[in-house]
């Protein structure tokens, strides 16, 4: 029996048919393909980071002068001070900008111990100081530590041991270093004595009272439990100020840097005290 020919009203249907399958192998890669993107994007995602710089305020060149030698020029240029009138003591940075700068007095090349003017620098501009502390006395007439006679350096420390509370000192032993100066503000001298757990320096000072300037002898005295500032007058013999910077003092310290801990409460009886000193 011949077989019958094949139907050709059927071949549209297959020709479809075969069509749509083309069109379903083809849609799943481009499916992974996204879905691959997607995952990546998710799974390590690409971080935005933008570099910045710290830029001055516009019209300044901070960094370029010291705050040192700015202080210095507002002294002598805008305040008519001489350069050798004052001496910068300390300079202090704070988180907010400002620096503040320390000057003290000087009195024929003596120290005026409490005339400290305070300059804040910001942006290398003063920014606020008070030379108001710098006295204002006649200081042409005053006399000079080198042509003046009075009490010595070993009577000016038994003054100040005991105004301090201390035992009468059987063993004052005063040396000058052999450095020291022929002039009153280069004269320096050490003591030792068994009321003094360390060498006792002794200088010429003023010490400030209104308009008037008073020479002392200044001494750093350093005991177990106490260290004094003191300024006794060079030729009556009195106390015109004492200084306690409580050796024996306790105070919190918070841990900076890379090594961070707990806050630390420190006894500077037991430390050397390296800060402890104007």
């Known amino acids: ?50 570099s910045f710089a710290i830029l001055p305020p516009f019209g300044t060149t901070l960094g370029t002068i010291a705050p040192p030698a700015t202080a210095v020029h507002y002294l002598t240029e805008t305040l008519g001070f001489l350069a050798a009138e004052f001496v910068i003591k300390n300079v202090v940075t704070t988180s907010s900008g400002v620096t503040a700068v320390y000057a003290r007095q000087l009195v024929h090349g003596l120290e ?32 000079d530590a080198g042509s003046t006679t009075g009490k010595s350096p070993a009577d000016v420390f038994k003054t100040l041991a005991s105004f301090v509370g201390a035992p009468t000192p059987t063993t004052v032993n ?83 840097g890379d090594d961070k801990g707990p806050i630390v409460v420190v006894d500077s009886a037991a430390v050397v005290l390296t800060n402890a000193l104007p």
Do not use: C
């Not at 069509?19 to 996204?34: D, E, F, R, S, W």
């Not at 995602?45 to 933008?50: C, N, S």
């Open 1 to 50: 029996m011949p077989l019958r020919p094949p139907s050709t009203q059927h071949r549209p249907l297959a020709a479809h048919f075969l069509a749509m399958l083309v069109a379903l192998h083809a849609i799943p890669p481009a499916h992974a393909k996204q879905t691959n993107t997607f995952e990546r994007w998710v799974k390590v995602p690409t971080l935005a980071v933008k």
């Open 112 to 143: 005026v111990v409490n005339a400290d003017v305070n300059i804040n620098i910001k942006y290398e501009r003063p920014d606020r100081g008070d030379w108001r502390a710098f006295a204002a006395t006649d200081l042409a007439a005053l006399s």
């Open 174 to 256: 005063v040396t000058v270093p052999a450095s020291t100066g022929i002039t009153s503000s280069d004269w320096r001298a050490e003591i030792t004595s068994e009321n003094a757990t360390a060498p006792v320096p002794v200088q010429y000072q003023y010490v400030l009272y209104g308009n008037n300037l008073k020479l002392a002898y200044s001494l750093q005295l350093k005991q177990k439990l106490h260290w004094y500032s003191g300024h006794v007058n060079v030729q009556s013999g009195e106390i015109e100020a004492v200084n306690d910077w409580a050796a024996a003092a306790r105070y919190p310290v918070v841990p900076v």
